[in-house]
């Protein structure tokens, strides 16, 4: 690319090749190149002329002096975050090569010590590539701390999924709704939270890593927590429930007859067992399931668990039906029931219901006719409507409730975001003044333990609406493809309604589907739910 010659008169460059035809990077490590020689009275702008400009075989950039050797270099550069060095060798020209010791003291002079590939520095010593950087020591990232982990040891919530035999007959007497716990059983045991692995850069700077976040154990009535605080029991003999992200232990409040005069209303902490029928009028409330064994008439049953009637509910428009779990009847007709889980009978008519989960009308029937009914996951029969083209309605997919919830948390977030950021830069400054040892007046101090406790809560509260903000994204997923299913006969007078679309049944159909697809409500063959 270019010769060099130091004659009497003084020290020449000349350009081997023609300067249009060397790319920006050349010319410079030209330049590089001679600059290392140190030569004496070097003419700068002499050698510039020559290579960028200049058609003269040859130029003058120095007076007279002796070609002296020039040693091999090794430029060091450390990464902006201190995680990864790079070096590059420069020739030697008549002088000294590199040697690894050689290596290792000029990375020791730019405090690269920690993280070096040796393997790579002996290849390098014996096979130098010039001008080129190379990797040559990398930091080691620092691995957070995993959170604590809540393990449960007993199964919570089971769903009532009562059998149909060959003759479609539900068979009550196999739900399986009740997990019995023992006292002193083992409810749930905690995993606790690791402190992580520290980082460190190539100057061996030390990274900290973040510890897990610890966690409460869901202590609910009729736990207790042992001694290690890793554990949590049962205190009684009962029935282990999840409600409200907390497990409780429910003993059970039997009565003999029916729910009338002779009892009046039931409000009781655990679960409910009823031998005969619910009156009219009545109400029995449940902080665990109720079981009816009669028929519920015009009463009000509330549960924080399942609600199962053998029989059925003639709801007469007053009766009510309110359930943390599912609801399982014989028959529901003229009532009003609303369930976070699933809603099963063989015949639900002329009734009001809304569940998170699916309506499944099975059995022998397998009916659905009349009232308005909203399933968050789907509903299932095997006819819906009737010959008589009675006005049925149905909706599947999430809840008004639930979506106004969730942009309302959303926004929360957003506010108690902005406003645990300003707690925490008043902190911040206040801290600042005390370390530079400046005492903090009575009112900073105040201001100090009052942003401090704002900050803790705003903390807290926000960690609690983000688990919940998640919760209500895995409902609105789930719900995106509710669909509705009739494995017999759809009648004409049957609206279907899948979020925002809907669509009126005009003619008899069978062995459907209905689903939402490209904003509009399609029938499609049959697909189970």
């Known amino acids: 690319m270019y010769l060099l010659e130091f004659r009497d008169d003084g020290v020449y460059f000349k350009l081997t090749s023609n300067p249009s035809d060397l790319i920006e990077s050349d010319k410079r490590k030209m330049i590089q190149r001679l600059k290392r020689k140190n030569l004496e009275g070097l003419q700068l702008n002499a050698l510039l002329q020559a290579i960028y400009k200049s058609d003269a075989p040859e130029v003058k950039i120095a007076h007279a002096q002796p070609d002296l050797p020039v040693d091999e270099e090794m430029n060091v550069r450390i990464s902006n975050d201190q995680m990864q060095a790079f070096i590059t060798f420069l020739p030697p020209e008549g002088g000294k090569s590199l040697l690894e010791q050689d290596i290792i003291r000029l990375l020791e002079d730019a405090s690269v010590v920690f993280g070096i590939k040796f393997d790579i520095l002996k290849e390098m010593v014996l096979k130098k590539s010039f001008e080129e950087e190379i990797l040559v020591a990398q930091g080691t990232a620092p691995q957070n701390g995993q959170d604590a982990i809540l393990k449960f040891h007993i199964e919570l919530n089971k769903k009532a999924t009562p059998r149909i035999d060959e003759d479609g007959q539900i068979d009550y007497r196999l739900l399986d709704t009740i997990e019995n716990v023992k006292k002193g059983q083992l409810l749930v045991s905690m995993i606790p939270p690791t402190l992580g692995v520290s980082g460190r850069t190539v100057s061996n700077k030390e ?225 600042k003044m005390e370390v530079s040892g400046q005492p903090l007046p009575l009112d900073k101090q105040l201001l100090k333990v009052k942003a401090k406790n704002t900050a803790s809560a705003l903390s807290a509260k926000l960690d609690d609406t983000k688990i919940r903000i998640l919760e209500l994204e895995d409902t609105i997923l789930s719900v995106s493809e509710s669909k509705v299913s009739a494995s017999k006969t759809v009648y004409s007078g049957v609206t279907v309604a899948i979020g925002v679309s809907s669509i009126r049944v005009k003619d008899t159909v069978e062995f459907v589907t209905f689903k939402r697809e490209h904003g509009e409500v399609r029938i499609v063959s049959y697909q189970p739910i």
């Open 207 to 431: 990274i900290p890593a973040k510890p897990g976040k610890s966690i409460n154990l869901p202590k609910g009535k009729n736990t207790e927590i042992s001694e290690d605080k890793q554990s949590m029991l049962a205190s009684i003999d009962g029935k282990a429930e999840l409600i409200d992200k907390k497990v409780h232990v429910f003993s059970m409040h039997e009565v003999k007859e029916s729910v009338d005069n002779s009892t009046g209303n039931i409000d009781f902490v655990g679960n409910v067992v009823i031998n005969g029928n619910v009156v009219g009028g009545f109400e029995v409330r449940a902080g665990g399931f109720i079981e009816v064994k009669g028929v519920v008439e015009g009463a009000t049953l509330m549960a924080g668990g399942n609600i199962v009637l053998k029989r059925g509910m003639q709801g007469m428009g007053k009766g009510a039906i309110v359930s943390g779990g599912n609801v399982v009847a014989r028959f529901i007709e003229s009532g009003n029931v609303s369930a976070k889980g699933d809603v099963i009978a063989e015949a639900i008519m002329h009734s009001n219901v809304r569940c998170g989960g699916k309506i499944k009308a099975g059995g022998k029937k397998g009916l659905l006719v009349g009232g308005k009914l909203h399933a968050g996951q789907g509903i299932s029969a095997f006819t819906i409507g009737s010959p008589m083209a009675t006005y049925t309605e149905l909706e599947v997919g999430i809840e008004p409730e639930i979506r106004k919830e969730y942009d309302i948390l959303k926004k929360d977030s957003e506010v108690m975001g902005n406003d645990l950021k300003k707690a925490e830069q008043i902190l911040t400054l206040l801290n």
